[in-house]
């Protein structure tokens, strides 16, 4: 059985989070999640910053962000929920899974995610692209993810981040 990761670090794209020498095994598992989070942050980074860019206009509106990122989650191919959070990790838009709209999740505190912890260390977000976090289980899925996250920015001002979740390979 495999010990579930504490690490509360981001995974910018040419980053690797998880080091050990405890044994081989789970140096071979967080490689191939580091790998898998680099895939993500480079897979997404292009979709995320068209969302991103159209997000500033209606960030604002909870009715009109939920529509754009309705109008976007099945193409994100793979993403099982699509969301946005403001700098200090309250929820700004309802859960937009495939099927359905979660509207109950709006204002919902995510500053426990692991993604959440580094956010604010690491100071111009903007140029990092899509970026993923590390591997957590979902409360609205209930299924372990990674969460790829962009920026969105006004100008010079960060408005919050786009976060995307992802089944985690490991999960069957």
Aim: glycine share 6%.
């Amino acid at each position: 059985m495999q010990r579930p990761l504490k690490v509360a670090i981001l995974t910018p794209l040419d980053s690797h989070v998880y080091r050990t020498t405890e044994n081989s095994m789970f140096t071979s598992n967080s490689q191939a999640r580091d790998r898998f989070c680099k895939e993500l942050s480079q897979r997404f980074d292009g979709q995320l910053r068209v969302i991103a860019k159209q997000a500033v206009t209606v960030w604002f509106n909870r009715e009109r962000l939920d529509r754009l990122l309705a109008g976007y989650v099945s193409v994100l191919d793979g993403c099982e929920l699509l969301y946005a959070i403001d700098q200090d990790g309250c929820q700004v838009s309802s859960n937009i899974l495939n099927d359905a709209i979660d509207t109950d999740a709006y204002g919902q505190d995510l500053s426990d995610r692991p993604y959440s912890l580094s956010l604010s260390m690491l100071g111009n977000i903007e140029s990092l692209g899509a970026f993923a976090g590390t591997a957590y289980t979902s409360r609205a899925t209930q299924h372990d993810c990674v969460t790829v996250l962009y920026a969105v920015a006004s100008g010079s001002t960060n408005l919050g981040y786009l976060a995307a979740d992802f089944k985690h390979p490991g999960e069957s």
